[in-house]
């Protein structure tokens, strides 16, 4: 009989519902549970949802569902918890989802869940750690979205400056997602060409400031959206969705998540963004590029400051 891909959204809010509604607009996963603190809001979305199969690529089952539902999951996605108000950090989140996140996982692995965790939730590389020590699960099955909406936006952005499809253009962010994040410009390419090249050749065309401000238009981006709008759900939920795909279609696509880094990039025990290979075991592996001396520094104090961030957190839950 064949396999039926089930996945559950824990936190139907702005990023929860958008993630439900792009997947399904994908027709990435067989079953979709749908689970929040708020039952009125879950059972909500899951009716609307419903109500537009007959629009969707493929058939789907979807309900709002309990904890219970999670034993037989692929994959359990969490987009729970308070988001940032304006002026807030991700980092500012950190103890009131700690806490959220206690009670969220252990309620997943009583009801015997042993997929996949994907995690959205801010601030994402410390929440990813806490899933991992929370849940008991291998590190390759516990993951977080790390920078992949941030190498999106750079993807976009360098896209549009060299007006070339963003699908061809590969470059990434690492490190934290979060202020202390980085361009990896060692490695970014356009149509085949390394950026710095083309800046090089093509100086009354392009400049090193227009990289400059695009990376601040990147790093900042959240903070804008979410003062206009008071979130950002779209692009994370299609983010969400592509990871979901790479896990469920076995793609070892290199994406850029929070991995558990451990001996690479000079760093030990830590939940951080980097690029990986994604397929149906969950990160396969790391991968450790060879980063220039520059960011070797920027990544290293990204790494720092989480490891300085998460030091009480893990402390205070050790010691419970
Ligand atoms: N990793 C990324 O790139 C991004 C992460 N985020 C993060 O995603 C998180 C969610 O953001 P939004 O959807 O905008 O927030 P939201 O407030 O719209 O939704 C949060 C949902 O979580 C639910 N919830 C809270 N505690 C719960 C619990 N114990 N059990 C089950 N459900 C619970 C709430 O009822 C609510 O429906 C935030 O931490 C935000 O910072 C947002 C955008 C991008
Ligand atoms: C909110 C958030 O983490 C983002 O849009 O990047």
Same mark, same amino acid.
């Given at each position: 009989m064949e396999h039926v891909n089930r996945v559950v959204v824990i936190g139907t809010g702005a990023v929860g519902s958008s993630y439900a509604f792009a997947l399904l607009n994908q027709g990435v996963a067989d079953e979709l549970v749908l689970v929040d603190l708020d039952k009125e809001k879950a059972e909500g979305d899951a009716m609307d949802l419903n109500h537009g199969l007959a629009f969707a690529p493929a058939n789907k089952n979807i309900w709002f569902g309990d #904890?219970? =539902?999670?034993?037989?999951?692929d994959i359990v996605v969490i987009t729970a918890g308070a988001n940032q108000k304006p %002026? +807030?950090? @991700?980092?500012?989140? &950190?103890d009131k989802n700690t806490k959220i996140f206690k009670g969220i996982v252990e309620e997943v692995m009583v009801s015997g869940f042993d997929g996949i965790f994907l995690v959205a939730t801010n601030p994402v590389d410390i929440l990813t750690y806490m899933t991992w020590e929370f849940s008991g699960?291998? &590190?390759? @099955?516990v993951i977080g979205s790390g920078t992949i909406l941030d190498t999106a936006r750079l993807r976009y952005q360098l896209g549009h400056y060299f007006d070339i499809d963003s699908r061809n253009v590969h470059a990434y962010i690492m490190g +934290?997602? %979060? =202020?202390?994040e980085l361009p990896v410009w060692s490695h970014a390419t356009v149509a085949g060409s390394q950026v710095t090249n083309l800046i090089k050749k093509y100086p009354e065309r392009y400049n090193e400031e227009s990289l400059d401000e695009m990376f601040i238009q990147v790093r900042d981006a959240a903070y804008k959206i979410i003062a206009k709008k008071g979130a950002t759900h779209y692009g994370i939920a299609m983010g969400l969705v592509r990871l979901t795909k790479a896990i469920l279609h076995n793609e070892n696509a290199v994406l850029t998540v929070s991995g558990y880094v451990h $001996?690479? #990039? %000079? $760093? +030990?025990d830590l939940y951080i963004g980097v690029p990986a290979v994604v397929n149906r075991s969950g990160v396969r592996e790391v991968i450790e590029l060879n980063l220039s001396e520059k960011e070797k520094e920027q990544f290293n104090h990204s790494a720092q400051l989480l490891k300085k961030t998460m030091a009480p957190v893990i402390a205070k839950y050790r010691d419970e």
């Open positions: #904890y219970a =539902d999670c034993q037989t999951a %002026g +807030e950090t @991700r980092l500012d989140l &950190v699960l291998p &590190v390759n @099955r +934290e997602h %979060g =202020d202390s $001996q690479k #990039y %000079g $760093q +030990e």
